[in-house]
């Protein structure tokens, strides 16, 4: 055993590994018996393809290059794409259209070339035609459109057939084809706060007739709409406070079908997503949420008996049910297990692989396995975090030394964070970091009470409960109170500024595309978040004061400690301005600061080389700050204030 510090452990997992031989695997679906599926490939700058299987049992592209499969309604995408009767319907990333492609042919385009996205699809056999999510682009003098379109399949000629509001999303058909239900919202409100569903049939030119509201107002949210195998339409509602299944009845009410303080959803960022499927008519496989993980379970519809089932897994997504009902695919993750798409015998529970989401395999004792903390926080309140405590079979630190700590804020802000394996934070772990990956005040899968404890108080709850975390943690003597720190991404970034700017517990932190200024975000960002910040901050204008209050922007002179910032260029969600007025005030002021940008990235980074160095750069930065030395060659990072001065620009400096 090597005796070093923490931070300075030599460590087998290696910023290459995190992201080498890595894609992600999402959106499972069954069609004539034969499982296809998508994958998103760092190595081929993020390029998402639809794969299946060939009679051999191997994975087979169906997408040919240079096409990616991916949309970009609501700027954060979703489903795009389906399959039926082995024809592979989707949207293509570099054009926004629709394509046609059957088995071992080159794709057809159906829609013109023009700015419109499209997402969401579903096959309407009935009428040969595509329903979906049209967002139109095409007038920027006003805000986008979105609507429910119908897609001719021969003539690619598009009928509208719900339009008015604001959103839409889940258009779905009932097995007969003779019925359409979908959601949809209205400014200010966000499909978490409150949606409505709405059931309308379908005459007989295929128009909706007759639409009424099911279930839905501005103070509930419906999730993941879906028909059962005999027609009776299921749904996800919180009007309990927990987003329990619920279905529409032959009389025409609503009821619960399992109540349990559990969650049967998250929240609606991307299109297309389900927590649930049917294995007959009297049974739903169901991925429920409880104390931050998730279980899957057999849901019996007639009574709402929830039986786990038991596979030794503890992350779940994109579940469907082959069509004999005794086997389930989904893609399965724990704390120690790289995500897979697995084929799960339902009796057993046994899990066997279709693909794996990455080849790298580590030694189990290089692995450090998350603890999941319920801590004090503000208000006698109680918050929830993962705590993975550092871990390498080759070191142990010197007598008395204690870890340096990094806090992990995520994204949405409501969203949550799981306890599936991440070399990502192993990464962080096996080098001698404890890292704490809180679910703080807002984040989903702890009841809607949970998430509402963010309403008007984003920059607050959300970076006390993450100083309680750490706070807790040092209580505990697990961490070094002089050497904490804090990264986020996006919302979460926004979170690690404030964290950084107006309290004292934080010696360093990171932002990745996070937000400065929420005026210039307010004034700024897409049509999906336009006024999500209503909710998070306050009105704007009207609480314009307090949207100057809570930006870190404003409050420079009150930042004094080193931190780093990592930008995507062409960020429509975080513009990168809110990242270079923050650096650049950092400058003037003295204050250690690195900014790495990365001109081809979006919001989130895809491309291999960016991610490994975004990973790289920030170890190195806590390197410089906290005064350990890394095991490994790193390529530096530019450090202004502490490097020595140079008249490089911002984007040479890097």
């Known amino acids: ?29 069954i069609d004539s018996g034969k499982l296809f599926w998508m994958e998103g490939r760092a190595e081929e700058k993020g390029r998402c393809v639809v794969v ?44 926004g259209r629709l394509y046609r ?30 329903i979906a999510i049209r967002e139109d682009h095409s007038n920027p003098e006003r805000e986008a459109t979105n609507e429910v379109v119908a897609v001719d399949l021969e003539s690619g000629v598009v009928t509208v057939l719900v339009s008015g509001n604001d959103f839409y999303v889940s258009p779905r058909l009932s097995t007969d084809g003779f019925r359409l239900t979908w959601l949809t919202w209205n400014h200010p409100d966000m499909p978490w706060h409150g949606t409505e569903l709405w059931l309308a049939d379908l005459d007989s030119s295929g128009v909706p007739a007759q639409a009424r509201r099911i279930a839905g107002s501005r103070k509930e949210s419906i999730a993941s709409p879906q028909f059962s195998p005999d027609g009776v339409l299921y749904f996800v509602s919180d009007i309990n406070n927990w987003w329990n299944i619920h279905r529409l009845t032959d009389s025409g009410s609503v009821e619960c079908v399992c109540s349990r303080e559990m969650e049967f959803a998250r929240p609606h960022w991307a299109l297309g997503y389900t927590s649930f499927a049917f294995s007959s008519a009297s049974e739903a496989l169901v991925i429920y949420f409880s104390r931050g993980r998730a279980h899957l379970g057999r849901l019996d519809l007639r009574i709402g008996d929830l039986v786990e089932v038991e596979t030794g897994f503890e992350d779940f997504d994109s579940v469907v049910s082959d069509p004999s009902g005794e086997h389930a695919f989904a893609v399965v993750g724990s704390s120690i297990l790289a995500p897979r798409l697995a084929r799960i015998h339902l009796s057993s529970g046994n899990c066997e692989t279709v693909k794996l989401s990455s080849s790298v395999e580590v030694d189990e004792r290089y692995l450090s396995r998350p603890e999941a903390i319920e801590f004090p926080t503000t208000h006698d309140r109680t918050a929830h975090a993962f705590y993975y405590p550092p871990r390498n079979a080759d070191h142990q630190a010197p007598e008395g030394d204690l870890p340096p700590l990094l806090v992990k804020s995520h994204g949405g802000p409501t969203s949550s964070t799981t306890a599936v394996f991440r070399l990502g934070i192993q990464y962080w772990t096996s080098r001698g970091f404890g890292v704490l990956d809180v679910n703080y005040s807002g984040s989903a899968g702890f009841g809607r009470a949970y998430r509402d404890r963010l309403a008007g108080t984003w920059g607050l709850v959300d970076v006390e409960d993450c100083e309680a975390g750490a706070h807790y943690l040092v209580d505990r003597g697990l961490a070094d109170p002089e050497r904490l720190a804090i990264t ?15 309290g004292n517990t934080f010696h360093a932190g990171a932002s990745h595309f996070g937000v400065s200024d929420l005026e210039g975000l307010a004034l700024e960002t897409h049509k999906f978040e336009s006024h999500y910040l209503d909710y998070l901050i306050g009105p704007y204008p009207e609480a314009k004061s307090t949207y100057k209050e809570r930006s870190p922007i404003n409050f420079v002179e009150k930042l004094s400690c080193p931190s780093i910032f990592f930008q995507g260029l062409e960020d429509r969600v975080v513009p990168s301005n809110q990242a270079e007025l923050m650096v650049d005030a950092l400058r003037a002021k003295g204050v250690p600061v690195a900014y790495v940008p990365f001109p081809e990235e979006h919001h989130g980074f895809r491309v291999e080389a960016n991610i490994k160095r975004a990973l790289e750069g920030e170890f190195y930065f806590y390197s410089r700050v906290f005064g350990y030395m890394p095991a490994d060659p790193i390529e530096p990072v530019h450090i202004h204030n502490l490097d020595v001065p140079s008249d490089e620009s911002r984007e040479t400096a890097v």
């Open 101 to 130: 492609q059957s088995s071992g042919e080159a794709p057809i385009p159906l829609t013109k070339d023009e700015p419109i996205r499209y997402g969401d699809m579903v096959v309407d056999q009935h009428r040969n035609r595509l």
């Open 52 to 95: 299946t299987v060939d009679d051999d049992g191997k994975s087979v592209d169906i997408t040919p290059p240079p096409y990616y499969v991916r949309t970009q309604v609501h700027e954060y995408g979703g489903r795009a794409w389906t399959v039926h009767a082995g024809i592979v319907y989707f949207s293509n990333f570099p054009d």
């Open 488 to 502: 986020g991404g996006s919302a979460g970034g926004f979170t690690t500024l404030c964290a950084l700017t107006f």
């Open 1 to 29: 055993m090597i005796v070093a510090p923490y931070g300075a452990w030599k460590s087998p997992i290696s910023a290459e590994l995190v992201v080498s031989r890595t894609v992600g695997i999402a959106g499972a679906q």
